[in-house]
C-alpha cells in the first residue's frame, strides 16, 4: 500500500521558469511533511518541511503548499536553476518524534539552459 | 561537523554469501534509521534504534535481515544467504533527541550477482 503518491515522475523545465511536484497522502495521521532532494550518488538532504496547521511555508525559492482537507501538498521550485536538476521527493511522518519516513516515489527534475 | 558516514560505498557480493553495512551516525544522536533505496524508487523504511535498542524493525523483509547497535552509536547491517533481490542502495540516518530531521548518509551499493 503505497500511503505517498507523488506526480510526475519526471519533469523538464526551463531555467527560470516554476517546477511543481505534487504528493496526495492517505494516513490522516500524519503530521509532518518534508521534502528531500537527491542528488546521484548521494543521500537524500532535507530540503523543506511542513506541518498541517500550516497552508505554506516558503524558504528562498522553495514553498510548500497545504491542503489538509484534501490531504496533498506540493513543492514549487520558483525561478529554477540548472542546480536545482536532482530527484525530489515528498515524505511523511506521523506524531511522535524519532518516527519512520514514509516516502513518495520520486520525481526527476531537468532544468535546462 | 562530520555527517553520517557509511562503509563500504560499493559492495559486489555473489549469491548467498553474507554482507555487513555499517554506518556512522552523527555524533550524539540517539535515533537510526536503515532505510533500503531501490532504483528508481524512493527509500523504504527497514529499522529503527533508538539508543541501543532497535525500537521498530518492522520494515526488515525478512529474517535474512538484522542489524543491531550494541552501544548506542555505530550500527551494523547484516544480511545472510543474500539474494539478487537485495541489490539496492542502503541508507542509514540519524536524529537527534525531540527532532523529526534526519540527516542521510551517501549509502551502500549493493549489488548482488
Known amino acids: 500500500q503505497q500511503q505517498v503518491k507523488q506526480s510526475p515522475q519526471s519533469l523538464i523545465v526551463q531555467k527560470g521558469g516554476i517546477s511543481i511536484i505534487n504528493c496526495a497522502y492517505e494516513?490522516?495521521?500524519?503530521?509532518?511533511f518534508p521534502w528531500y532532494q537527491q542528488f546521484p550518488g548521494k543521500g537524500p538532504a532535507l530540503l523543506i518541511a511542513?506541518?498541517?496547521?500550516?497552508s505554506e511555508k516558503k524558504e528562498g525559492r522553495f514553498t510548500i503548499s497545504f491542503n489538509k482537507s484534501a490531504k496533498q501538498f506540493s513543492l514549487h521550485i520558483m525561478d529554477s536553476q540548472p542546480g536545482d536538476s536532482a530527484t525530489y521527493f515528498c515524505a511523511a511522518i506521523p506524531p511522535g518524534t524519532a518516527s519512520k519516513l514514509t516516502f513518495g516515489t520520486g520525481t526527476r527534475l531537468q532544468v535546462t539552459l | 561537523g562530520a555527517g553520517v558516514s557509511q562503509t563500504p560505498s560499493n559492495k559486489v557480493t555473489e549469491k548467498g554469501k553474507y554482507v555487513e553495512l555499517r554506518c556512522d551516525p552523527i555524533?550524539?544522536?540517539?535515533?537510526l534509521y536503515w532505510y533500503r533505496q531501490s532504483l528508481g524508487q524512493g527509500p523504504e523504511f527497514l529499522i529503527y534504534?533508538?539508543?541501543?535498542?532497535?525500537?521498530?524493525d518492522s520494515g526488515l523483509p525478512n529474517d535474512r535481515f538484522f542489524a543491531v547497535r550494541p552501544e548506542g552509536s555505530v550500527s551494523t547491517l547484516k544480511i545472510q544467504r543474500t539474494e539478487r533481490g537485495d541489490s539496492a542502495v542502503y541508507l542509514c540516518?540519524?536524529?537527534?533527541?525531540?527532532?523529526?530531521?534526519?540527516?542521510f548518509g551517501p549509502g551502500t551499493r549493493l549489488l548482488v550477482l
Open positions: 540516518a540519524s536524529s537527534s533527541h525531540g527532532q523529526e530531521t534526519q540527516y
Open positions: 511542513i506541518r498541517p496547521d500550516v
Open positions: 555524533s550524539g544522536h540517539t535515533a
Open positions: 494516513n490522516t495521521a500524519f503530521d509532518y
Open positions: 534504534f533508538q539508543g541501543t535498542g532497535a525500537a521498530d
